[in-house]
């Protein structure tokens, strides 16, 4: 017997009573009990996205030079390197910024090696006669978004934003001592300074320049230990100079001389010490929901002054541990290093939200996997239920220890993964407790350990080939490319590995339970097995025997097949007419939205804080909001959204944004998109009154991108990209439902050019370069020199500038004077009115190319009821779809259009590309498509394989169709999107659905053969019979899929894939009970002769 057994049946009968069993069984519960406790928690997948700016600075050169001098040929030379995805460049006056983005999994280290090798062994590619700067490098990744931040405000009118900073810094160092911290930093303050404030007519007076000031200043800072000398046999050091050490050191110091008297610093300049000029701000407020502590502590007060701390962690760190421990060390530092009359409000905390996330998944691990449990009790008994769970149990502890070693963390990705394959984890399991539950039954005086073996082995064969499928469904998707790949990694790689276990647990482990505890037959049970095999046998005869009758059979199996096919149709048409809604991914219901504000370009930053905290005012109005950051001029702690988007280079005074806290999810009845929405329209309007742009921008739900709605615009000419843009971009605002409408052309903005008289200047023997230089230091100020001395962890620079009040008018920039270098007037001050003309143009706009083509974007959102940016663009596409282009100089003919890849020839004609979430949808559908295919390709040869006939599989995978007629429906009952975690749903029901249509035909072919000498049975009798005796395994196993989704159903990103399982497998199975039969038996009938010979 033992050799006539397979494999399966071979394994079962080595452990079903080996000593080893419940060995291997406690180590696999200790390895999940070890990865539980070792694995770190984030709430989101950490995804290898190297990004890195390259900044090379090009004083004084047009933004026109800046691109062709610096950004043209520096992305060809770094476009060049392996592993880049993309590379975009921004020409500013005067500033080049080369972003190169890798591609998702190169990693980090690999990444930032290749850059800093191309950019320092390519340096000859800049002329060093251009005057062009060192490129600077700072790369960006995952591991740079901080996890917590602190708010420190203050409702003490004493205190300012100046204070707070001194308190942010004098912290960061103990901050820093947290085990697992990567970077500190404090947002917002206006920084440390010595200001030297010149006096133009003092200065004038005594016959100084501020290139003397300047000179003075860095001459004087020095000091150098001389060496040593030997005086009263002593070694004494002798140390030359002094440093400059306070603002005192700074008034002392000697400019000139006039009339055989020293000219002080002081006698020119006032001199100050303390905060410099702000040019960024940052507030706090509170909302209508802020907490009782924060409450009393504003006093009646909505709008604080505050500096943000942000904290990031290092990479393979536990998020959950690093702030709690930050969150620790500040509790402890109150009443030391942050005084009384300081506050600190956590205004994000990603370590809670990844720890709660964790356990409120685990917790729904525990329940789903007690709920298929209770269904194995109801369905086979009290100790099947118990070999079930532990199996079960033992598969998920297995695998949670080999999704830590594969390298993932706990995070909801990987977490939803197990609850999801908990459905087809007991799958195995069940199959073969069932089966020797029902030999058991059916042959009770036999010993279990004569019976175990073959109740195994009969299911084995089916069973290792159906847990085949199920991973050759899932395991295609792993390789999908793209952000949205390594995002959704834990969902085919943690269930393979799943399957794989919970296969080996099947035979290993459940035939040693199986020998311990079925030890008897109860006979009430006995008796209510053969009335529910009875009854199913008469249900399935009633319904296919018509279907098999030689006379009349084939119109009955036509009108199913019909049948069948209408509601594949009907189904397939539901998104056609919007009753199903496509989309990326669902917004999450997350704690936090964010409002972006671009106001016009020359904005002074006063301007757009108090356009900022006039929209958080309104905020502050909505009962969700507990709390409000605003940063004008600076930029906010970056989430991964930010990092994508770039968000921390929006440091211009005519940028800002707010942070929005909401409170928990659980104490409030709408979700955060629904706020979000709520509040967009209001937001906008007080933007618009002011002439600015806001954008209510929320957490992207998956892979983040420049926009929801991007459209690129490519031509020969840039004034003719613009006029182009400004044609979309009226579609766009023409367009139902489309929202956050922008574009990357600034509006038109002054400049002053103070034009030089060459031939006046040369005859006063003044150089352009000195006017120039005097110029700038009078008004932006340069730091010439630190001061020493203290404890400070940050320079305390030396400034020269003119004071503020006298920056605003271009007369006092005149009246400074320069001092003639040569000439008659050698050594005679000029002032600069006499040597320069006054002409006021605008500012040039910026420039922008990607992937070595200059482009202009044009950018949206929407809105409205289907909140699907693809309808949106293609409502707008009905709108540019070969627009005219006349009327506009340069342009004519129509707008050329692109969907995947930018235009063949960008030069010639002007050309729309596609981009945003349309992009990363069709690459991730594109690339998910391509896995389900290959997916059914590798089904079709496991099962060729398995069956050795070429047209079995094809029977035998006839149901993958089914599933659309109930994945379809489901999403328009309950009114869900079907997004990229539905179509995972369907992929994983190819497999799932296979293993059902495996276990029938199996079946069928056993009872036609025979077994033990006995005769085949009919072969219209063997389809009945096996859908009758298996409809109760493939009944629990499907299930016990759809209670495992029941868990995930209520997650906003993952409802559709819960959807697709649910109601797929509902759906589809009911089917393939009756269709699987019904086809095999048409297919196959006239094989019957063959199939018995075999016998």
Same mark, same amino acid.
């Given at each position: 017997?033992?050799?006539?057994?397979?494999?399966?049946?071979?394994?079962?009968?080595?452990?079903?009573?080996?000593?080893?069993?419940?060995?291997?069984?406690?180590?696999?519960?200790?390895?999940?009990?070890?990865?539980?406790?070792?694995?770190?928690?984030?709430?989101?997948?950490?995804?290898?996205?190297?990004?890195?700016?390259?900044?090379?600075?090009?004083?004084?050169?047009?933004?026109?030079?800046?691109?062709?001098?610096?950004?043209?040929?520096?992305?060809?030379?770094?476009?060049?390197?392996?592993?880049?995805?993309?590379?975009?460049?921004?020409?500013?006056?005067?500033?080049?910024?080369?972003?190169?983005?890798?591609?998702?999994?190169?990693?980090?280290?690999?990444?930032?090696?290749?850059?800093?090798?191309?950019?320092?062994?390519?340096?000859?590619?800049?002329?060093?006669?251009?005057?062009?700067?060192?490129?600077?490098?700072?790369?960006?990744?995952?591991?740079?978004?901080?996890?917590?931040?602190?708010?420190?405000?203050?409702?003490?009118?004493?205190?300012?934003?100046?204070?707070?900073?001194?308190?942010?810094?004098?912290?960061?160092?103990?901050?820093?001592?947290?085990?697992?911290?990567?970077?500190?930093?404090?947002?917002?303050?206006?920084?440390?300074?010595?200001?030297?404030?010149?006096?133009?007519?003092?200065?004038?007076?005594?016959?100084?320049?501020?290139?003397?000031?300047?000179?003075?200043?860095?001459?004087?800072?020095?000091?150098?230990?001389?060496?040593?000398?030997?005086?009263?046999?002593?070694?004494?050091?002798?140390?030359?100079?002094?440093?400059?050490?306070?603002?005192?050191?700074?008034?002392?110091?000697?400019?000139?001389?006039?009339?055989?008297?020293?000219?002080?610093?002081?006698?020119?300049?006032?001199?100050?010490?303390?905060?410099?000029?702000?040019?960024?701000?940052?507030?706090?407020?509170?909302?209508?929901?802020?907490?009782?502590?924060?409450?009393?502590?504003?006093?009646?007060?909505?709008?604080?002054?505050?500096?943000?701390?942000?904290?990031?962690?290092?990479?393979?760190?536990?998020?959950?541990?690093?702030?709690?421990?930050?969150?620790?060390?500040?509790?402890?530092?109150?009443?030391?290093?942050?005084?009384?009359?300081?506050?600190?409000?956590?205004?994000?905390?990603?370590?809670?939200?990844?720890?709660?996330?964790?356990?409120?998944?685990?917790?729904?691990?525990?329940?789903?996997?007690?709920?298929?449990?209770?269904?194995?009790?109801?369905?086979?008994?009290?100790?099947?239920?118990?070999?079930?769970?532990?199996?079960?149990?033992?598969?998920?502890?297995?695998?949670?220890?080999?999704?830590?070693?594969?390298?993932?963390?706990?995070?909801?990705?990987?977490?939803?993964?197990?609850?999801?394959?908990?459905?087809?984890?007991?799958?195995?399991?069940?199959?073969?407790?069932?089966?020797?539950?029902?030999?058991?039954?059916?042959?009770?005086?036999?010993?279990?350990?004569?019976?175990?073996?073959?109740?195994?082995?009969?299911?084995?064969?089916?069973?290792? !080939? #159906?847990?085949?499928? +199920?991973?050759? @469904? &899932?395991?295609?998707?792993?390789? *999908?490319?793209?952000? /949205?790949? %390594?995002?959704?990694?834990?969902?085919?790689?943690?269930?393979?590995?799943?399957?794989?276990?919970?296969?080996?647990?099947?035979?290993?482990?459940?035939?040693?339970?199986?020998?311990?505890?079925?030890?008897?037959?109860?006979?009430?049970?006995?008796?209510?097995?053969?009335?529910?095999?009875?009854?199913?046998?008469?249900?399935?005869?009633?319904?296919?025997?018509?279907?098999?009758?030689?006379?009349?059979?084939?119109?009955?199996?036509?009108?199913?097949?019909?049948?069948? !096919? #209408?509601?594949?149709? +009907?189904?397939? @048409? &539901?998104?056609?007419?919007?009753? *199903?809604?496509?989309? /990326?991914? %669902?917004?999450?219901?997350?704690?936090?939205?964010?409002?972006?504000?671009?106001?016009?370009?020359?904005?002074?930053?006063?301007?757009?804080?108090?356009?900022?905290?006039?929209?958080?005012?309104?905020?502050?109005?909505?009962?969700?909001?507990?709390?409000?950051?605003?940063?004008?001029?600076?930029?906010?702690?970056?989430?991964?959204?930010?990092?994508?988007?770039?968000?921390?280079?929006?440091?211009?005074?005519?940028?800002?944004?707010?942070?929005?806290?909401?409170?928990?999810?659980?104490?409030?009845?709408?979700?955060?998109?629904?706020?979000?929405?709520?509040?967009?329209?209001?937001?906008?309007?007080?933007?618009?009154?002011?002439?600015?742009?806001?954008?209510?921008?929320?957490?992207?739900?998956?892979?983040?991108?420049?926009?929801?709605?991007?459209?690129?615009?490519?031509?020969?000419?840039?004034?003719?990209?613009?006029?182009?843009?400004?044609?979309?971009?009226?579609?766009?605002?023409?367009?139902?439902?489309?929202?956050?409408?922008?574009?990357?052309?600034?509006?038109?903005?002054?400049?002053?050019?103070?034009?030089?008289?060459?031939?006046?200047?040369?005859?006063?023997?003044?150089?352009?370069?000195?006017?120039?230089?005097?110029?700038?230091?009078?008004?932006?100020?340069?730091?010439?020199?630190?001061?020493?001395?203290?404890?400070?962890?940050?320079?305390?620079?030396?400034?020269?500038?003119?004071?503020?009040?006298?920056?605003?008018?271009?007369?006092?920039?005149?009246?400074?004077?320069?001092?003639?270098?040569?000439?008659?007037?050698?050594?005679?001050?000029?002032?600069?009115?006499?040597?320069?003309?006054?002409?006021?143009?605008?500012?040039?706009?910026?420039?922008?190319?990607?992937?070595?083509?200059?482009?202009?974007?044009?950018?949206?959102?929407?809105?409205?009821?289907?909140?699907?940016?693809?309808?949106?663009?293609?409502?707008?596409?009905?709108?540019?779809?070969?627009?005219?282009?006349?009327?506009?100089?340069?342009?004519?003919?129509?707008?050329?259009?692109?969907?995947?890849?930018?235009?063949?020839?960008?030069?010639?004609?002007?050309?729309?590309?596609?981009?945003?979430?349309?992009?990363?949808?069709?690459?991730?559908?594109?690339?998910?498509?391509?896995?389900?295919?290959?997916?059914?390709?590798?089904?079709?040869?496991?099962?060729?394989?398995?069956?050795?006939?070429?047209?079995?599989?094809?029977?035998?995978?006839?149901?993958?169709?089914?599933?659309?007629?109930?994945?379809?429906?489901?999403?328009?009952?309950?009114?869900?999107?079907?997004?990229?975690?539905?179509?995972?749903?369907?992929?994983?029901?190819?497999?799932?659905?296979?293993?059902?249509?495996?276990?029938?035909?199996?079946?069928?072919?056993?009872?036609?053969?025979?077994?033990?000498?006995?005769?085949?049975?009919?072969?219209?009798?063997?389809?009945?019979?096996?859908?009758?005796?298996?409809?109760?395994?493939?009944?629990?196993?499907?299930?016990?899929?759809?209670?495992?989704?029941?868990?995930?159903?209520?997650?906003?990103?993952?409802?559709?894939?819960?959807?697709?399982?649910?109601?797929?497998?509902?759906?589809?199975?009911?089917?393939?009970?009756?269709?699987?039969?019904?086809?095999?038996?048409?297919?196959?009938?006239?094989?019957?002769?063959?199939?018995?010979?075999?016998?």
């Amino acid at each position: 017997m033992a050799d006539r057994l397979g494999i399966s049946g071979r394994i079962a009968a080595t452990f079903q009573r080996n000593a080893l069993t419940p060995l291997i069984a406690l180590v696999l519960l200790l390895a999940g009990v070890f990865a539980t406790l070792i694995t770190p928690k984030e709430e989101e997948p950490q995804i290898d996205v190297t990004m890195a700016n390259v900044l090379v600075p090009f004083p004084g050169a047009s933004a026109r030079d800046v691109d062709a001098l610096v950004a043209r040929p520096a992305e060809q030379v770094l476009s060049r390197m392996a592993g880049v995805d993309h590379v975009y460049t921004v020409s500013r006056p005067g500033m080049a910024v080369i972003t190169v983005q890798f591609k998702v999994g190169v990693p980090n280290q690999t990444a930032l090696v290749r850059l800093y090798d191309t950019v320092h062994s390519n340096s000859d590619w800049l002329s060093p006669q251009l005057g062009v700067g060192t490129p600077l490098i700072k790369p960006k990744g995952i591991d740079d978004v901080p996890i917590i931040s602190f708010t420190l405000w203050t409702p003490d009118p004493a205190r300012a934003g100046f204070d707070l900073q001194q308190v942010a810094r004098a912290t960061e160092t103990e901050l820093k001592r947290i085990a697992g911290t990567r970077d500190v930093t404090t947002v917002g303050g206006p920084g440390h300074v010595i200001r030297v404030q010149m006096d133009t007519e003092r200065m004038n007076a005594h016959g100084v320049t501020a290139q003397d000031l300047r000179a003075a200043l860095q001459l004087a800072n020095a000091s150098q230990p001389a060496g040593s000398l030997v005086a009263g046999n002593r070694d004494v050091l002798v140390q030359t100079g002094t440093y400059i050490e306070s603002a005192e050191d700074v008034r002392r110091l000697v400019v000139g001389v006039q009339d055989a008297r020293p000219v002080y610093l002081r006698d020119v300049a006032q001199v100050e010490d303390g905060p410099d000029q702000p040019t960024r701000y940052v507030w706090f407020g509170t909302g209508a929901a802020a907490p009782e502590r924060v409450v009393q502590a504003a006093a009646g007060q909505k709008l604080f002054p505050a500096v943000t701390l942000a904290i990031s962690k290092k990479p393979g760190a536990n998020a959950a541990d690093v702030a709690q421990a930050a969150l620790a060390r500040m509790d402890a530092l109150h009443g030391s290093l942050i005084p009384e009359g300081v506050e600190v409000s956590v205004t994000r905390d990603y370590g809670k939200t990844a720890n709660d996330k964790a356990n409120q998944l685990i917790g729904k691990l525990v329940f789903a996997t007690a709920a298929v449990v209770a269904l194995v009790f109801f369905a086979l008994g009290r100790r099947e239920a118990v070999i079930v769970g532990i199996a079960v149990s033992l598969t998920l502890a297995a695998t949670l220890f080999a999704s830590w070693a594969w390298g993932f963390t706990l995070n909801r990705v990987s977490l939803f993964a197990l609850i999801f394959s908990i459905g087809i984890l007991v799958d195995d399991a069940i199959v073969v407790v069932e089966n020797i539950h029902r030999w058991h039954t059916l042959e009770p005086d036999t010993p279990l350990w004569k019976l175990i073996p073959r109740a195994v082995d009969e299911v084995g064969g089916p069973t290792i !080939l #159906a847990t085949f499928t +199920v991973i050759a @469904a &899932l395991l295609p998707m792993a390789f *999908v490319t793209g952000l /949205m790949g %390594p995002y959704m990694s834990p969902i085919p790689i943690n269930a393979s590995m799943g399957m794989f276990i919970s296969l080996a647990v099947a035979f290993v482990v459940t035939p040693w339970l199986a020998q311990k505890l079925l030890k008897s037959v109860d006979a009430h049970h006995h008796e209510g097995e053969d009335k529910l095999t009875r009854r199913l046998d008469g249900l399935f005869r009633r319904v296919m025997a018509p279907m098999l009758d030689a006379q009349t059979g084939g119109r009955a199996r036509l009108r199913l097949w019909l049948a069948v !096919l #209408a509601l594949i149709v +009907v189904s397939v @048409a &539901l998104p056609a007419v919007q009753l *199903v809604v496509m989309k /990326m991914l %669902p917004f999450d219901n997350k704690s936090e939205f964010q409002v972006v504000l671009d106001m016009p370009v020359g904005t002074p930053v006063e301007e757009t804080s108090r356009v900022l905290n006039e929209i958080g005012a309104h905020l502050a109005t909505v009962p969700e909001v507990t709390d409000w950051q605003s940063y004008a001029g600076a930029a906010a702690p970056i989430n991964f959204n930010g990092l994508v988007r770039q968000y921390y280079l929006r440091s211009n005074p005519e940028m800002g944004d707010i942070q929005v806290n909401l409170v928990d999810k659980k104490a409030r009845h709408r979700k955060s998109h629904d706020i979000a929405a709520s509040v967009r329209e209001a937001v906008a309007e007080i933007a618009r009154r002011s002439g600015g742009n806001a954008k209510v921008v929320e957490v992207p739900p998956g892979p983040p991108v420049l926009s929801p709605i991007v459209a690129e615009i490519y031509g020969p000419d840039y004034d003719g990209q613009v006029a182009v843009a400004k044609k979309v971009r009226a579609a766009f605002e023409g367009t139902a439902d489309i929202v956050g409408v922008d574009d990357t052309v600034d509006e038109a903005a002054p400049k002053l050019v103070l034009r030089v008289d060459q031939a006046k200047a040369a005859r006063m023997g003044v150089a352009q370069a000195d006017i120039v230089e005097v110029v700038r230091l009078g008004l932006s100020g340069e730091n010439v020199t630190p001061a020493h001395g203290g404890d400070n962890k940050y320079e305390i620079p030396v400034r020269i500038q003119l004071p503020s009040v006298r920056q605003s008018d271009v007369a006092n920039l005149l009246a400074m004077k320069v001092r003639a270098r040569e000439g008659q007037n050698a050594g005679r001050l000029i002032p600069i009115s006499e040597l320069v003309q006054v002409s006021e143009t605008t500012r040039e706009q910026v420039l922008y190319r990607k992937d070595l083509l200059p482009v202009v974007y044009v950018t949206g959102d929407m809105g409205g009821k289907l909140d699907s940016p693809l309808y949106g663009m293609f409502d707008i596409r009905s709108k540019v779809k070969d627009m005219a282009l006349a009327g506009a100089p340069g342009l004519g003919g129509t707008l050329g259009e692109w969907f995947i890849r930018q235009p063949a020839d960008a030069y010639g004609g002007y050309q729309l590309k596609w981009d945003g979430e349309w992009q990363i949808t069709y690459e991730t559908f594109r690339d998910m498509g391509a896995a389900y295919a290959v997916g059914l390709v590798l089904i079709y040869l496991l099962v060729v394989a398995q069956f050795r006939s070429y047209l079995a599989p094809l029977i035998i995978m006839a149901p993958i169709p089914l599933t659309i007629i109930g994945v379809m429906p489901g999403h328009a009952l309950l009114g869900a999107q079907f997004t990229a975690t539905s179509m995972i749903g369907m992929i994983a029901l190819a497999g799932i659905i296979v293993r059902n249509s495996i276990l029938l035909v199996d079946f069928v072919n056993q009872q036609v053969r025979g077994e033990d000498g006995k005769p085949g049975m009919d072969f219209g009798e063997a389809v009945i019979r096996a859908a009758a005796v298996r409809a109760k395994p493939i009944g629990l196993t499907g299930l016990a899929a759809m209670i495992g989704a029941l868990f995930i159903l209520d997650d906003p990103i993952f409802n559709g894939l819960a959807i697709s399982l649910i109601f797929g497998i509902f759906i589809s199975t009911l089917l393939t009970l009756i269709v699987i039969p019904v086809l095999y038996y048409a297919a196959m009938r006239t094989r019957l002769d063959r199939l018995k010979e075999e016998t």
